[in-house]
């Protein structure tokens, strides 16, 4: 039963990085399956000691992860077709908590400042009406 799940995956979730539901299907499974659980403690213990996989590495420093300049150019359809396939693939296929994490920060960020930008040119709008002189007709 313990074979279900990766040492890749396990690594994952022990860096909380592992898709919430795999996350919460490894934590049912570990309640049923002591050499599951084994196999957790012993990569917890690996990386106690200092032996790290390349794999680990990637995902501590969040290498691949797109800047947040990417990000914005993404949701903004001005990178390649490749760039933006490498981001989707990380949504999509590899569920990158830190992806989705920064692409839905960006789409926020976005969108309150279009919000602001709408209020300013409003603002703008009602002052300057008031300086133009009246037409009668």
Request: hydrophobic share 30%; glycine share 4%; proline share 2%.
């Amino acid at each position: 039963m313990s074979s279900e799940f990766t040492d890749a995956q396990l690594e994952a979730y022990l860096d909380e990085s592992l898709d919430s539901q795999v996350a919460a299907e490894l934590e049912q499974a570990c309640r049923d399956d002591s050499e599951l659980l084994s196999r957790l403690s012993a990569i917890n213990r690996r990386r106690d000691e200092g032996v790290h996989t390349l794999g680990e590495i990637w995902r501590r420093h969040q290498v691949g992860v797109p800047s947040p300049e990417e990000a914005n150019d993404f949701l903004s359809g001005k990178l390649s077709q490749d760039q933006s396939d490498y981001i989707r693939f990380r949504l999509d296929v590899l569920k990158c908590r830190f992806t989705s994490a920064l692409v839905e920060a960006t789409e926020q960020q976005l969108a309150d400042s279009g919000e602001q930008s709408k209020t300013r040119r409003e603002k703008y709008f009602q002052n300057s009406a008031d300086l133009l002189p009246k037409i009668d007709e």
